[in-house]
């Protein structure tokens, strides 16, 4: 596996070897050894989910103030282009972003460690995303950053308008939500 630091202290991008042939591929698409060894994290995954949307879907910008989870994402089915944000005020990089294509073509993951939000807007017909996290979900904690906040700026590759949730139409500003120290 290759790691690619980027630009959020923390934040790995992932490239798993891949073996292919006629008859298909395969590859290991988490490796607990392997990702300790490229990341330097070691995080006890307690939680995995997987979710399907269309294009112009666009979830997030989430993340929950207490319970913070690290995630581990990517694309088993079509492609999505794949946020984070950081909102450690101790970091170098908050209130910056970062953003990635992740898809079943390029099957990259990204590690995200606790503090960032994330989100995803999908870019093919159909997606299928699937996260490991490093802590339950916990409702009464998650919180929402509005991901067209103009402070931060997120080249989001839309055409038109996102499909929303209810909650992500009523995102805060970066400005006005909570952080972590």
Not at 61 to 80: D, E, F, N, T
Not at 138 to 157: G, K, S, T
């Amino acid at each position: 596996m290759q790691a690619t630091l980027t630009p959020i202290p923390g934040v790995v991008l992932l490239q798993p070897k891949v073996f292919g042939d006629e008859r298909g591929f395969f590859y290991e698409s988490y490796n607990e050894r392997v990702f300790r060894e490229v990341t330097g994290a070691s995080p006890q995954f307690v939680q995995d989910n997987h979710s399907r949307s269309v294009r112009g879907v666009l979830r997030g910008l989430h993340y929950q103030i207490r319970q913070p989870q690290g995630k581990l994402v990517r694309a088993s089915v079509g492609a999505v282009y794949d946020v984070v944000v950081d909102l450690r005020r101790s970091s170098p990089a908050f209130g910056r972003w970062y953003g990635v294509t992740l898809s079943a073509e390029n099957k990259l993951a990204l590690w995200i460690p606790a503090g960032c939000a994330h989100g995803f807007l999908v870019t093919s017909d159909v997606a299928e995303f699937q996260y490991k996290t490093t802590d339950y979900w916990a409702p009464e904690h998650e919180r929402c950053i509005a991901w067209n906040d103009p402070r931060l700026a997120i080249d989001w590759p839309l055409e038109g308008e996102p499909q929303l949730s209810a909650k992500d139409r009523v995102g805060l500003p970066l400005a006005a939500a909570e952080t972590y120290p």
